[in-house]
């Protein structure tokens, strides 16, 4: 039988250990980057859809201005955009100034708008001009 160095065995068992502690703290430190990473780009998605939904019901709304414009007794509609699956419900109330109120819903989540224009008759022409709009908290 071969008789066994005591000494090779526990040179092998410090590298073994220190193999395994080398690997879980670098194991760590990639998934902590990976968590920074994936947090950055939620963010980044969060600001990109609050921009793109703010500019549908900013269109939406404009939309409901230049038809209101078109025809006085005009009270508000639904728009779809297929493309987004979004839909947009415009509801026009008060008088001068007239409140447009603005429902926007895409992926289960809404959102209201309102904004108020003020509308002014040349001859057979209308004019709207807006007063205010922005996000209902």
């Known amino acids: 039988m071969?008789?066994?160095?005591?000494?090779?065995?526990?040179?092998g068992s410090v590298a073994l250990i220190s193999m395994l502690v080398?690997?879980?703290?670098?194991v760590l430190i990639v998934l902590g980057?990976?968590?920074?990473n994936i947090s950055n780009n939620y963010s980044y998605l969060n600001t990109n859809s609050d921009q793109l939904i703010y500019n549908f019901a900013e269109s939406c709304f404009e939309d409901a201005v230049k038809r209101f414009e078109e025809d006085p007794t005009f009270d508000g509609?639904?728009?779809t955009f297929s493309s987004t699956e979004s839909t947009c419900i415009s509801d026009i109330s008060g008088s001068d100034p007239y409140t447009i109120s603005i429902e926007l819903t895409t992926n289960n989540y809404t959102q209201y708008f309102e904004?108020?224009?003020s509308l002014t008759s040349v001859g057979e022409a209308n004019n709207a001009e807006l007063l205010n709009w922005g996000e209902i908290e």
């Open 77 to 79: 509609s639904t728009t």
């Open 33 to 36: 980057i990976s968590e920074t």
């Open 22 to 26: 080398i690997s879980a703290t670098l």
């Open 2 to 11: 071969e008789n066994q160095n005591p000494m090779k065995n526990k040179k």
């Open 115 to 117: 904004g108020e224009i």
